[in-house]
């Protein structure tokens, strides 16, 4: 049986922390930042944690 291939979309928009956790960017960011707080955009520089049931989903599209 051949091996599932890594879903591009999922690729792109996922990436594993060196800890493990499926880390995802935060939505609002790239578009009308100069109404949006210093602490808005900070926050969502970093980043945000899947989580829930959508990990198992989102592993299993990425392969890892």
Same mark, same amino acid.
């Given at each position: 049986?051949?091996?599932?291939?890594? @879903?591009?979309?999922?690729?792109?928009? /996922?990436?594993?922390?060196?800890?493990?956790? !499926?880390? @995802? @960017?935060? #939505?609002?960011? /790239? @578009?009308?930042?100069?109404?949006? #707080?210093?602490?808005?955009? &900070?926050?969502? &520089?970093?980043?945000?944690? !899947?989580?829930?049931?959508?990990?198992?989903? $989102?592993? &299993?599209? $990425?392969?890892?």
């Amino acid at each position: 049986m051949p091996k599932q291939k890594t @879903h591009s979309g999922a690729k792109k928009r /996922f990436k594993r922390s060196t800890s493990g956790k !499926l880390m @995802h @960017h935060m #939505s609002n960011y /790239f @578009h009308k930042n100069v109404k949006k #707080s210093s602490k808005m955009k &900070r926050q969502a &520089r970093r980043g945000k944690e !899947l989580g829930g049931g959508q990990e198992k989903v $989102i592993t &299993r599209m $990425i392969g890892k």
